[in-house]
């Protein structure tokens, strides 16, 4: 067992906090204040190849790996939340799920333009009345044997990267009768006809990214464009998740590492009672506990991303890295909300946001309460 | 086209903090970077690249460590890497460092040399145009902008302090290019993952034809004789008025130091 990271990720590493640096940061503060879409940082992304590190080249991709893919959204939500989740949708829900279980002729069509970030990935499985409860799915799908073709019909809500996005991947009900192996997965592009999107969403935090509902009325998708068989569409979006969970929980990380080390620099500088506030006990201790927590999360992300790289189950490494990274990520960011005092509740400092952005980390691509279920079942079984 | 990049493993400078009580700088954690000029140097390399197809080699001469900064070239676009790497080569000034690049470099194929303007650990400017010498080879140093042109001339705004020259040069030639001549590409993430694979070429004395008495401490005429670091300024003040006044501003002031 060795803890080393390899040069090749530590020189991605360098180049993604040299990216960071002079394009993320500098904007994090006016897009979520504006709760504008950085479209031009996904244009430079795609330019140095950053949407495609997971995918083989064979498609177009870098040919990185999971851990690579981890590190840049870590890296990235160090400073920005929004661009994190950005990333994390195309490359884990978007191109994820066509990697996996497309057929040739879908991964060829699809990949290489998802991966060159021409066209942005998005996944809808979640509906109003079918949110932890996936199952409860009202979006329909039948073949129309006349025209050869499946026909959508149904709405999607909360989907990241919609109305930017090109290609979704939707989850709807093929037979009802069936339950969850009723259930299917489709590649839907985004000027089908019978496809638009919703209202946006306003949120408390990631305000950046595009959060919209999806509307499918009578949309009629080539047969072709069924993802995996009919009836799989169920493991498809849970496995999908899976691997979602990695990058959210890299978001997490990140936004944690972000606060902590705004938090260290801040309390050296800041004097109360005649000395920086680094020297007192109460400081140095809720930082060590902060660093811990945050040293932790990283060691079981990375660890779900190997695995995932070597062909290793990691479904309850996935969820034990979502569960432990987002509640550190939210009690890193509050503490250092805390640490910063009245200073960190304003919006001149990026603590507040990054308190915001960490708290939707619990919440979407599986709830912590899911990740406890994932983790229960596993250890119990 | 053959372009050849010599280009320089750095201290961040901009990471250097000084210890409060020594007034030494603290170089304990410091990371090391591509020199910021040589890697406009790699950029000016790689424009042309992308434009009229070139093979690109980056050259650097330093410590083993130094083989960092030719992955980071790799991963940007360069082809080739050549690291220089020799204990006789330790304590050169700046014409034993020029002495072995150039003799390193007679031995590659060239059109182009590129060189950054100037290191940022110690400001000399002197590598570049030493190697140009050394080759006896036409050089434009301070570059700007660059063009190719026909027959292999290349049209180039040199920059000085108050304007720039338009001048030509006809390959081959050496350049030295001053980061505000373009804005360095990121890494390609492909390249990045590609960079480990290929080969750092790694060449010693034995790699180079050179008269060894030329080299490292030895072969360096540059004697340091002291080092300290340079007191804090005072902070200015600023008067904003007619010249005419100011000009009387200065000379009372000049005077009251007993400068003039």
Known sequence: MHFEIPKTHELFRQCIREFVEKEVKPIAEEIDEEERFPIETVEKMSKMGLMSVPIPKEYGGAGGDNLMYAMAVEELSKACGTTGVILSAHTSLGMGPILEFGTQEQKDKYLPKMASGEWLGAFGLTEPNAGTDAAGQQTTAYFDEKTNEWVLNGSKIFITNSGYAHIYIIIGMTDRSKGLKGISAFILEADTPGFSVGKKEKKMGIRGSATCELIMEDCRLPKENLLGQEGKGFKIAMMTLDGGRIGIAAQALGLAQGALDETVSYVKERKQFGKAIAKFQNTQFQLADMYAKVEAARLLVYKAAWKKTNHIPYSVDAATAKLFAAETAMEVTTKAVQLHG??????????????????????????????????????LS | MKIVVCMKQVPDTTEIRLDPVTGTLIRDGVPSIMNPDDKAALEEALVLKDKYGAHITAITMGPPQADAILREAFAMGADRGILLTDRKFAGSDTLATSTALAAAIKGLEYDIIIAGRQAIDGDTAQVGPQIAEHLDLPQVSYVKELEFGKDNVLKIKRAIEDGYYLVEVKAPCLLTVLSEANKPRYMHIRGIVEAFDKEVEIWTVDNITVDETKLGLDGSPTKVKKSFTKGAKQAGKVHEVEPKVAADIIVDKLKEMFII
């Open chain 1, 342 to 379: 009245g200073y960190g509740y304003t919006r001149e400092y990026p603590l507040e946001r990054m308190m915001r952005d960490a708290k939707i980390t619990e919440i979407y691509e599986g709830t912590s309460e899911v990740q406890r279920m994932v983790i229960a079942g596993s250890i």
